[in-house]
């Protein structure tokens, strides 16, 4: 095993309204959000993580599953019930994506970027 340099301080996501992109992460993830509307830096807390959010007015979301704009990153959310936490997420402003597999399935959030839901997943 290497030796650790350092330790991961945030996941940073580009969103063209980096305080709305914070607010359904928030909700989906059932953290805080500390920023106000118009800031170019946001930032979601909870339960000893951190994902930050900065403005990119020009994004070019990714249009999963096209190749030509690709996913860029994604994140896996682990859920108790995918068929009680689908409707939530939707509710929140994801839309549900093509793909998916048993143990999970895959959405895009309010900006196009593709998160799954996994279930039973090592």
């Not at 030509?68 to 682990?78: A, C, G, V």
């Not at 995918?82 to 839309?95: K, T």
Request: proline fraction near 10%; charge should be negative.
């Amino acid at each position: 095993m290497a030796a650790m340099i350092g330790q991961l301080h945030s996941v940073v996501i580009d969103a063209p309204d980096a305080h709305a992109l914070a607010t359904f992460y928030a909700g989906l993830l059932g953290m805080e959000v500390k920023g106000e509307p118009g800031d170019d830096w946001v930032v979601v807390t909870g339960a000893g993580y951190r994902i930050a959010f900065q403005q990119a007015p020009d994004l070019q979301p990714p249009d999963w599953p096209d190749p030509s704009r690709p996913q860029q990153f994604h994140l896996d959310i682990r859920v108790a019930d995918v068929d009680v936490a689908e409707p939530q997420v939707l509710e929140l402003g994801a839309r549900r994506l093509p793909g998916g597999g048993g143990d999970f399935r895959v959405y895009a959030d309010p900006v196009g970027h593709p998160f799954c839901l996994v279930w039973d997943a090592a």
